[in-house]
Structure formats: C-alpha cells, structure tokens
C-alpha cells in the first residue's frame, strides 16, 4: 500500500490566491481527516470525514477553508483567499476505525507570500 | 486547560540510559490512547496505542493510569535513533477526533 498520499509536497502563492491540497487515503480507510500544524499551536484538526460526509468542522479557522471529499479516494482542502497567517504544514490521515490511531501523509508545507 | 497537555521539553538524554514521559488528558471520557514520533520535517508516525494494561513494545512501554488521567512512554536503552518529537493523542468516546499534545522533543547524546 503506498500509504497517504498528498498532493503538493510544498506551494508558495501570493496572498489572496487560491490554494487547494489534496489528498488520496489508504484504501478502505473510512474516515479522513485535515489537520494543520504550526510551530506555535501544534496539531490542529480542520475537519474529518466518515464515509465520504463531513462529521465536525468546527475546526476551520474561517470561511477561506472549505474541503470535500466526493468519493473514498479522494479529498480536497481549499483556502480562498489565502493569507500570511495560513502559512504552516496541512497533513491529511486516515483510518479504519478509532481503535486503530491514524496514517498520516507527508503533508503540505504551505507558504502564503 | 487545554485537552492534552505535554513537557514541551526538549529533554537531553545521554545515549543508553532510560526517558519517561509523562501527558496529562482533562476528558475523562477520553476512550483511545497513542504515542507517535515525529521526525524532524516528516509526518507523524504511530509508534504506539495505549491499552488500559499497559502494554510493551522491544524498549518501549505504554502505561495508561484513567485515575489520574495520564499516560506515560518509557524508553529503555535509548538510542540515538530515537531522537525526534513525541507525542500523545486521546480520542474521546463515541468520536474518531484525534487530539493531540504539543509533543516532547528528546534528543539523544552520544
């Protein structure tokens, strides 16, 4: 299995370009997730999914993120407009069920200019 | 208080010798527990669960204490090699939200 795969590995934009990540999960993992890390407040999840629909968001930052999963194999993260302040590592993971932790892919090294 | 919390360290271990970490959880309905290592610029990677027995992997000991609500991570004989960040997660009962520590950098000192 070839893991969590994400697409890019780095982006640099300008602020207020739009950026989107993406991510393909280990197949027959049902859940996903998007977490967003940085020096200053670590791991933060942003969202997951089960099943292809969106459980808890309540960890967006703002309205400039939104993320889809339109089927088992694949999702997005979209930031629009990016800003300075988004700068930071987005990792996307998935998961078999809750008793098994998460596989984490490479992540995003996201630099917002 | 925040969910999970962790010794941010760093801690500076001499090569060989025994490290323990300790992390704190505030929800007692937390149900799931992990360790992970993260290298420096990789992903986080499971290095561990935590089960309620505590459990032992080659050097490496999980102990999960739900009176006072922590888990702790014992490295035996460390090695170089087992320098990077680690850290805790909990996910809480009937969820799949994995919350994490800040982590704990160790460094190994040859």
């Known amino acids: 299995d070839a893991g969590v795969i994400q697409s890019p590995r780095h982006e640099v934009t300008e602020m207020g370009q739009e950026v989107t990540l993406r991510c393909k999960p280990i197949s027959g993992h049902n859940s996903l997730f998007w977490y967003r890390q940085t020096m200053m407040r670590g791991l933060e999840l942003l969202i997951y999914?089960?099943?292809?629909?969106?459980?808890?968001d309540s960890g967006m930052p703002e309205d400039r993120f939104s993320a889809k999963m339109p089927n088992a194999s694949f999702s997005t993260l979209k930031i629009q407009p990016s800003e300075p302040r988004d700068s930071a590592v987005y990792f996307c993971?998935?998961?078999?069920?809750?008793?098994?932790?998460?596989?984490f892919g490479s992540g995003t090294r996201l630099t917002v200019v | 208080r925040k969910e999970v919390e962790q010794d941010p360290g760093p801690f500076n271990v001499p090569e060989g010798a025994t490290v323990a970490f300790n992390c704190t959880y505030s929800n007692s309905a937390s149900q799931s527990f992990f360790w992970y290592r993260q290298d420096c610029r990789k992903e986080p990677k499971l290095l561990m669960s935590v089960y309620s027995s505590g459990n032992e992997d080659g050097r490496f000991t999980a102990q999960l204490n739900r009176a006072s609500q922590y888990i702790s991570l014992l490295i035996r004989d460390s090695k170089l090699s087992d320098s990077a960040t680690y850290l805790c997660?909990?996910?809480?009962?009937?969820?799949?939200?994995?919350?994490f520590g800040t982590g704990t950098r160790l460094t190994i000192i040859p």
């Open positions: 999914f089960n099943n292809n629909v969106p459980i808890d």
């Open positions: 997660a909990v996910i809480l009962i009937g969820n799949e939200k994995l919350t």
């Open positions: 993971a998935s998961s078999p069920g809750q008793l098994y932790g998460y596989t």
